[in-house]
């Protein structure tokens, strides 16, 4: 537990709730600009975490680094990961509704053909061309 007060970035926020700077000409989330500027760059595989779970925070004492599977691990210890009480409709892993979601989709789909495909058309936009440009 920390002993200190959060500093918090301010700027508006991403949809994850960080706040996000410049640093170099690039666009990172200001909690690892905080660490960079006070600990150096941060090694390949590793991320910034937060000891006090405030995603503003750029106090450099509540910042350490670690793992993807060592910030989950961290995630569930603390009890901020999704539940179904937060998520009614996710259960152990697996949408209760899926069945029921994708056959609305399909149905959608099929109601909304010919505008879909005019905007695809429109906008050249294929699932192959989506999938390029996104990796």
């Known amino acids: 537990m920390t002993t200190t007060v959060c500093v918090e970035a301010t700027g508006a926020t991403n949809n994850s709730g960080y ?3 410049r ?3 690039k666009r990172i989330g200001a909690h690892r600009a905080a660490y960079i500027k006070a600990f150096g760059e941060i090694p390949l595989g590793q991320y910034v975490l937060h000891k006090c779970d405030n995603r503003k925070c750029i106090n450099t004492e509540h910042l350490f680094l ?3 599977a060592e910030n989950i691990q961290d995630m569930v210890a603390k009890g901020r990961q999704a539940t179904e009480e937060l998520l009614p409709q996710w259960k152990g892993g697996v949408w209760k509704d899926k069945e029921q979601r994708l056959a609305k989709m399909k149905a959608y789909y099929a109601l909304n053909r010919e505008r879909i495909q005019a905007q695809q058309k429109e906008y050249r936009l294929t699932y192959k061309r989506k999938k390029k440009e996104i990796t």
């Open 19 to 21: 706040v996000s700077t």
């Open 66 to 68: 670690g793992t993807q």
């Open 23 to 25: 640093l170099d000409g």
